[in-house]
Each structure stands twice: as C-alpha cells, then as structure tokens.
C-alpha cells in the first residue's frame, strides 16, 4: 500500500482467507477476508477479529463489519458488538455511506437491495432506524459513492443518483443504464 504520493510500502504477515473488503481510517487499513477482519498498521498485519467477514467500512469514526446477515461496530482492541442481524438468512451487508450526519448501511439478498438509516440510541450504541429505500426488484447495489449531499448508486444495471429527504429517506433518480453492470465509482 502507499499514501497518497507516497512510495510503497511492503506489509508483513500472512493475510488468510478470500479478500472481502477493505477500508481505512486514515491511518490504519482494515482487511475483511473470509477467514478474519485484519488490522495493517505500518508494515505488520495482524488479526483485529477473528472469524469471516463480508464487509467492513470506517464511517462516522465507526468500524463497521459485516458478517453474512449480522452487522456490528468494531473496537480498536478487536471487540465486536453486533447492532443488527437481518431477518433473513441469504442477506449479505455490502457497505455502508454517510451522508451529512446519517449513515445509510446497505446489503442484498438474492436480487433485492435495502438500504437502511442507522442512528444512534441515547447511550450513543447504533441502531436501525429505517427503511431509507429500496430499488427495483433485480437490481442491486454495488457500491455507493457520496459527494456534496449527493449519493451515486453503482448497481448492476447502471447508475442512480439520490438525495436526502427530510425524515432521512433517500429518493432517487431514474436509471442510467449506458454503463451497464457498475462494480465502482
């Protein structure tokens, strides 16, 4: 890995499992495999969690990871606290975004996308709040992007932007579906 115009960095250790996802907090890099959540700080990898993992994304100063249908915020001494299991068992978390002061988390099962508005309980713990949108049956996101109040969803049919409503619903555009299936923005 490299800083932004920085020169390279070789990593020691031994990362096990199949790559899932990886994020940053600016100074450490997290690694989601199916084996373990790593923590790579300088050149060292170390296991931070135990245990497979689908998603982890740094968001409002918080690690979130996924595994399979169970979501959970994620300590900087490895402690995990699951806020949310999905009701369904096929559910995979795929990310999480945060738009303003909300954080939107979003996963799919089979071929239906939810996207769901966290806030925070009066002891400061995440919990769901609701429903902020759905899409199209057979259309799922990827990956979002955010910028200047603006979410753009990258799914496997193209591109939609959506925007923020008062109650923290999100409404969003139509498709655009030049690109076709988009895996990143």
């Known amino acids: 890995y490299s800083t932004v115009g920085g020169t390279a960095t070789s990593v020691t250790g031994t990362i096990a499992g199949t790559l899932q996802d990886a994020t940053t907090d600016g100074s450490k890099i997290y690694v989601a495999t199916s084996s373990n959540l790593y923590q790579i700080a300088g050149t060292a990898a170390t296991v931070l969690t135990s245990g497979a993992h689908t998603m982890c994304v740094f968001v409002s100063s918080r690690l979130l990871v996924g595994n399979d249908n169970i979501v959970y915020e994620t300590a900087s001494d490895g402690t995990r606290t699951s806020f949310y299991t999905h009701f369904s ?73 959506a925007v923020t409503t008062g109650d923290g619903a999100l409404s969003y555009g139509p498709l655009i579906s030049a690109p076709g299936n988009v895996k990143c923005a």
């Open 89 to 161: 068992a096929t559910f995979i978390w795929a990310g999480a975004v945060q738009l303003g002061s909300r954080i939107y988390l979003f996963g799919t099962a089979f071929d239906k996308t939810e996207m769901l508005l966290l806030t925070t309980t009066s002891t400061g713990v995440l919990a769901i709040s609701a429903e902020a949108m759905t899409l199209p049956f057979a259309e799922t996101i990827n990956t979002v992007l955010q910028h200047a109040g603006v979410l753009m969803l990258c799914t496997n049919k193209g591109v939609r932007l």
